[in-house]
């Protein structure tokens, strides 16, 4: 790969956690997470990710132990900032764990980890990670003082939520979606300078990731619910496809 490919490249993870909701909406094993994962590497996925949730609604301890045995791509472990989330971790040593933040009664991850005002503690928690090898990234809003202290408690990635960018989009509000936008990119071009890898996602779909997937700085893009969805009308394969052309036709413009 030339180093012109290398600034291109934008590597896409898919999020497996939502085969997971339908098998545990009835019990049982199917469909299976980890053949999710399989398909997912087979259709050139970049990485899987899985969010081992307190309550485990989704992702069971079973499967992470399952999907790194299967797969010979990067795991990116999704992880709240818990003791006992910080022992699984080090137990298995997946490539990569993104500290998201967590609560019981929200849907799915709602707002970004508050990085500026439990630095220490974060700075405490993310270290003995970093040593086990594990890339860490702290999943945050497009917020100028959480950048920061990303920067500051040493973490080498970012994810920055897209959420209410997708959210704004969904609605038709395009001023708030510009708005949102705008503090991506300049978060984006923030984190760039600290020389900080930026990823991105949640709530991402065939609609809305073009602008995202132009950012030069971005890296990465995360993305589950969507692609899984999809996935039931025209198969994980084709559904991936189509959001890798529309990543590559934006990056390429
Ligand atoms: N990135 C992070 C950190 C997430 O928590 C999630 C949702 O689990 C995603 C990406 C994927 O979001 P979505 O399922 O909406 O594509």
Redesign the pocket.
Known sequence: MTKYERQQALRLGV?I??VATLRNARGGALPDPVRAAMAAQGAGADGI?A?LREDRRHIRDADIEAILKAIEIPLNF?MAATDEMQEIALRHRPHAA?I?PERREER??EGGLEVAADQNRLADFIGPLGEAGCRVSL?IAPDPAQVEAAYRIGAPVI?LHTGAYCDFDADGDSVSRDAEFTRLQEAAIQADDLGLEVHM????TYRNVAPIAALPQVKEL?????LIGEAVFVGLPAAMAEMRRLMEEARSQ
């Open positions: 999020n956690d939502h990710t969010h999704e993104c998201v799915t991850t999943f994810e996602g949640h709530g991402l995360n993305i589950g619910h969507f």
